[in-house]
């Protein structure tokens, strides 16, 4: 059974930065994707932040791009989101994901672990 456990979120003014690390328990799997996703107050949908994959390739959504760093650390077992620069429009629930998939994707479906969430707040 995997488990996926985030720390790591808090408040924050703009400008500032947060780490968030997702510890993950029962996870064995060699061909994987991994993905940071955020869900603000008002949005109904989750939303792809950022996503690592087995050969640790990244990739960052636009509104990211610059000021979040995705990274794992194998030997630990936990995924990493270095976020930079944040502003209040960062303000969310993160949600680490990960699966065994070969083509990592956006979606929310492709992912069938999933972590509790660690909330971001940043004020203006």
């Known amino acids: 059974q995997v488990q996926l456990l985030e720390s790591g979120g808090g408040s924050v003014q703009a400008g500032g930065s947060l780490r968030l690390s997702c510890a993950a328990f029962?996870?064995?799997?060699?061909?994987?994707?991994a993905a940071w996703f955020r869900q603000a107050p008002e949005n109904k949908e989750r939303e792809g932040v950022a996503?690592?994959?087995?050969?640790?390739?990244?990739r960052y959504a636009d509104s990211v791009k610059g000021r979040f760093t995705i990274s794992e650390d194998n030997a630990k077992n936990t995924l990493y989101l270095q976020m930079n620069s944040l502003k209040p429009e960062d303000t969310a629930m993160y949600y680490c994901?990960?699966?065994?998939?070969?083509?990592?994707?956006?979606?929310?479906?492709?992912?069938?672990?999933w972590g509790q969430g660690t909330q971001v707040t940043v004020s203006s």
């Open positions: 994901a990960v699966d065994y998939r070969y083509v990592c994707e956006w979606n929310v479906e492709s992912y069938g672990y």
């Open positions: 996503i690592i994959d087995s050969s640790g390739s990244t």
């Open positions: 029962g996870y064995a799997f060699s061909i994987y994707c």
